[in-house]
């Protein structure tokens, strides 16, 4: 499937020219595995119905790429020396930030269901029971085949 982000719009966040044509395959081959993981993360969107939020994820992670190849966190020559806090992404891989981003842009809530097994070997009941205030123990309020509500 196509990247769902231009070279040229990877080029303009990048704020500079691409080098030469190794850095140009570099910066589509990090286009194409962004929009893979977004696609994955999210629905399988097309470039003509990609939603900007869903684009911009995909330009950020692609240009962590193009900016740092190797994944490096320092860097050092002679006196100079950087290096990135271990908080900042340094890989294509989306952070746990866009990867919300993308699943919300997909209509994925946080909503999820599990499977509930009964582990105590006491039967299930359905009626339920109220303490009331005073002496006395607790009564049943609700039992099963009882009318409820303004029965006729």
């Not at 990609?50 to 002679?78: F, H, K, S, T, Y």
């Not at 990135?84 to 989306?94: H, K, N």
């Not at 582990?119 to 006395?136: C, K, L, N, R």
């Amino acid at each position: 499937m196509a990247a769902l982000a231009t070279l040229d719009a990877l080029v303009a966040r990048l704020g500079r020219p691409l080098d030469d044509d190794a850095e140009t395959a570099l910066a589509e081959a990090a286009l194409d595995d962004a929009s893979d993981l977004v696609r994955h993360y999210g629905l399988p969107w097309t470039p003509e119905n990609c939603p900007a939020i869903v684009r911009r994820v995909v330009l950020r992670a692609a240009e962590r790429i193009v900016r740092n190849p190797e994944n490096a966190r320092m860097e050092m020559e002679g006196s100079y020396q950087i290096s990135l806090p271990a908080s900042l992404p340094v890989s294509g891989e989306l952070t746990g930030e866009e990867q919300s981003i993308v699943e919300k842009a997909a209509g994925f809530n946080d909503l999820v269901s599990m499977r509930i097994t009964r582990f105590d070997p006491a039967p299930y009941s359905d009626t339920v029971y109220v303490e009331p205030e005073g002496p006395g123990g607790a009564i049943p309020f609700f039992v099963p085949g009882d009318i409820v509500g303004g029965g006729e």
